[in-house]
């Protein structure tokens, strides 16, 4: 699958854990040298959560809002003491999670 973020083609992919090392510890990753996006392969057990499609699509837009970021300019000059806001994941998930409520209010009242 690909996805246009400002103008840059990026691929994105699905994986097995076991198939890629970057993936060991994490649900995903943007790799803006590569262009590329990837989401695990999620495999049910009791530790997981119940709908894994779901948050599969949260985990992708997670990596995409990185990726919107990088290519907006947004990365290279955001450090401070705490570290690089741009890279902040509390944030990203926020605004990740958020957007879809966002998108369907900016539909309701027609201002998109």
């Known amino acids: 699958m690909k996805v246009n973020i400002l103008g840059t083609e ?5 994986e097995h ?53 990088f290519e907006s300019g947004l990365d290279s000059c955001s450090n401070n003491h705490f570290g690089a806001w741009s890279e902040n994941e509390e944030m990203i998930d926020w605004i990740a999670i958020q957007s879809p409520k966002i998108f369907r209010a900016f539909q309701e009242v027609g201002c998109l």
């Open 10 to 14: 990026y691929a994105i992919y699905r």
């Open 17 to 69: 854990e076991g198939e890629n090392p970057k993936l060991e510890g994490k649900d995903g990753y943007m790799d803006s040298s590569t262009k590329k996006i990837v989401v695990a392969v999620f495999e049910e057990d009791q530790d997981t959560k119940k709908d894994l499609e779901y948050y599969a699509k949260a985990v992708m837009r997670h990596e995409i809002i990185h990726a919107f970021l």
